[in-house]
């Protein structure tokens, strides 16, 4: 079998979080069985049939696979129905990339690069909004952190982060990181002193939310920087703190406020639209204080120097649910070759 060569893709181009990725597994002996014995095809027939087989997106994405699809960890997996090994499973690649100015560029350059013969690379395009985005987002984030281990809250704020401001190199900013504090002097943006991060208050109660929301499912109210928070403690602390008041999110009602913030997270990460803002915002600021941000990239990084960015705001009385595309790339070049070989198996 010539399945063993690599053939990953090069997402680099691609700003973090903005490409998920999925892997199913598809029994093939299970898929032969519907298609010969269910709707009675010959074998010949059936080849050429499952051959063009498409899955649809909710088939390869879904936390719930059904047969003839399943998900596995193992090394050597089995069908889940029908116990068929290795040989007779092929694996689909998905990828899922968000539509926004970010990405067009790369996401137009990567399927140029493609092979096109048999279909090898499926493209299927499919309307979303930032708050389905959002909450996939929120999905993936919350299973790639190992809960157990409190180095998790800085993670997350770090890919946080990273979604919200694509273009600093935030893992460079978080390295050999000790914390992350509330900046008591910003106004906006971020500051490295020393193992400290400090964030302006708007960016660590959005820190403090996002945590919120990854770890509530798995325990009793939700974990974060400010310890165990009920949702009533946390709407508390960010109206204190002025964030409320900020996104102008007047409701006192828990549900709705709630409801105002997912919006508002789900929003800000409409990166295509909010990027022209942000870079007209930033050459506004470099015109009048703007050496102090070329020096602190200039200085070296191991320097005392405190390092300085900024991350512009949304405009607080937009709180909508915005339309994104999301594009799925679907790699059907695994699932070719295995049936390709089973039926050379199968008609032997
Ligand atoms: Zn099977």
Request: charged share 30%; net charge positive.
């Amino acid at each position: 079998m010539t399945t063993t060569k690599k053939r990953e893709l090069d997402l680099s181009e691609f700003p973090p979080g903005t490409v998920t990725e999925y892997t199913t597994l598809v029994c093939l002996a299970c898929i032969f069985d519907i298609f010969t014995k269910q709707l009675g095809l010959a074998p010949r027939t059936a080849f050429s049939e499952v051959k063009r087989h498409a899955p649809t997106i909710e088939e390869l994405t879904s936390r719930s696979a059904t047969r003839p699809y399943f998900d596995s960890d193992e090394k050597n997996p089995h069908c889940p129905y029908c116990g068929s090994a290795k040989r007779w499973l092929a694996r689909f690649d998905t990828y899922c990339i968000e539509g926004s100015k970010t990405t067009d560029a790369a996401r137009r350059t990567l399927l140029r690069k493609l092979p096109k013969a048999d279909d090898q690379f499926l493209v299927i395009e499919k309307k979303s909004d930032s708050r389905a985005v959002f909450f996939d987002w929120l999905d993936t984030l919350g299973g790639s952190l190992d809960m157990d281990d409190d180095s998790w809250l800085r993670d997350a704020t770090r890919m946080y982060l990273e979604r919200r401001e694509r273009t600093t190199n935030w893992n460079e900013v978080f390295e050999e990181l000790r914390a992350v504090r509330r900046s008591s002097r910003l106004t906006e943006g971020w500051e490295r002193d020393g193992a400290r991060l400090f964030l302006a208050p708007q960016l660590y109660s959005e820190a403090i939310l996002i945590q919120y929301l990854v770890s509530r499912s798995h325990t009793h109210g939700g974990l974060t920087l400010e310890g165990r928070l009920t949702l009533m403690d946390l709407i508390r602390r960010l109206r204190y703190g002025g964030y409320l008041d900020q996104l102008g999110i007047t409701e006192r009602e828990p549900g709705e406020v709630f409801e105002k913030l997912i919006d508002h997270l789900a929003s800000t990460h409409e990166w295509g639209r909010s990027s022209d803002r942000a870079s007209s915002v930033k050459k506004k600021v470099s015109t009048g204080s703007g050496s102090d941000r070329v020096a602190a990239k200039k200085s070296s990084k191991k320097s005392s120097k405190p390092r300085k960015g900024k991350v512009s705001l949304p405009e607080p009385e937009v709180i909508v649910t915005e339309p994104v595309k999301l594009h799925y790339l679907v790699d059907r070049r695994d699932f070719l070759d295995k049936v390709k070989s089973v039926y050379a198996s199968y008609a032997s």
